[in-house]
């Protein structure tokens, strides 16, 4: 099977990436060249940059793939792109939206493919993901172009420490924080539900997908199967770190005050209790199954960045935030 991945050298894709090659898929990967130490031993690359339609459409002159996967098409007007560029060129087109396009807060606490309605208010990233779902769906009524659609939630890996706040360009600075014994923040009580799935997990579910003409005008979400509430999520990463995190409950809208930002993240996503029914890709996919516990992979994680110290940064202006919210929310307690 010859595939095309738009990306492939990404959190989530590096991971699908590396699998696809270990079961004999022949893999192309289209991007500008700029993480070819993400590249997967074995994988082809065409340089061109996608957000450039007529380069794009040079570069990959002449070229036919059983499947193309674009892993960083966020608007419809990305997606109009990649419509025009592979329409006749390919036989399934994998779009990634988001899980997060789900309606917030759901109807029901399980969320399933086809029930679950796709609607969010809170966040512009979500709603841009909805869109292009409509897009290809129209696309597919109206042309029978060969879409499938997959809905990721909160995927991790070795290079990144999930949490419902840390700092992105240094993710250390959770893992820094609670061995300082400084308070960690956790958006409500703790209690609601969440899922966390390891991008290798991930990866097994996607890549049964792929050459899958069942799977045309379908949508599926890949996640694992393991539930847990954030502070169970967040004990697990102090057990990782080796130190107890001493917890601060803080309630979403709270934090969204300070820092508008994390409005989508939060009332839009984590801070709404998510469980995801996976019978639709079991049915298609039999032998996958999320095997890594949070609490393995999460251990995992810490190791990989105790094995490379430089990445072990932290984030001033992101603790000084914390301590900042922390400070204010504590004033509204005082006698």
């Not at 499938?148 to 070795?158: K, L």
């Not at 110290?309 to 919210?325: F, G, K, L, S, V």
Request: one cysteine or more; hydrophobic letters at 40%.
């Amino acid at each position: 099977m010859k595939v095309l991945f738009i990306g492939g050298t990404g959190l989530i894709s590096e991971a699908v990436s590396k699998l696809a090659i270990e079961r004999g898929i022949e893999l192309y990967l289209f991007n500008r060249g700029k993480r070819d130490a993400h590249v997967p031993s074995g994988a082809k690359v065409i340089l061109g940059d996608i957000r450039d339609p007529k380069s794009a459409a040079a570069a990959l002159e002449g070229y036919h793939f059983d499947v193309v996967v674009d892993w960083i098409a966020f608007t419809p007007e990305q997606v109009s792109i990649d419509i025009e560029l592979f329409r006749g060129r390919t036989k399934q087109y994998i779009f990634i939206s988001s899980a997060s396009a789900y309606q917030k807060p759901p109807v029901h606490y399980i969320i399933t493919e086809d029930a679950t309605p796709l609607e969010n208010k809170y966040w512009q990233y979500s709603r841009d993901k909805i869109a292009c779902e409509q897009l290809l769906q129209e696309e597919h009524a109206s042309t029978e172009f060969p879409y499938t659609i997959v809905r990721p939630s909160f995927t991790y890996g070795d290079t990144m420490i999930p949490a419902a706040l840390n700092s992105w360009p240094h993710p250390w600075s959770l893992i820094a924080r609670i061995r300082a014994g400084l308070p960690v923040i956790v958006h409500g009580d703790g209690s609601s539900l969440w899922t966390m799935t390891h991008n290798s997990d991930f990866a097994k579910g996607f890549v049964g997908l792929l050459g899958r003409e069942e799977a045309i005008g379908e949508a599926y979400h890949i996640t694992s199967d393991e539930v847990l509430t954030w502070n169970q999520i967040y004990e697990a990463i102090g057990a990782a770190a080796g130190a107890e995190p001493k917890l601060v409950h803080i309630s979403s809208e709270f934090l969204v005050s300070h820092d508008p930002e994390l409005t989508g993240g939060l009332l839009g996503d984590k801070a709404v209790t998510s469980v995801f029914d996976n019978s639709k890709i079991k049915q298609l996919v039999p032998d996958f199954e999320a095997t890594l516990s949070f609490a393995e992979g999460i251990k995992r994680t810490v190791a990989w960045f105790e094995a490379h110290p430089e990445r072990c940064t932290e984030d001033a202006e992101w603790n000084e935030q914390m301590d900042a919210i922390i400070a204010a929310h504590a004033s509204g307690f005082k006698k």
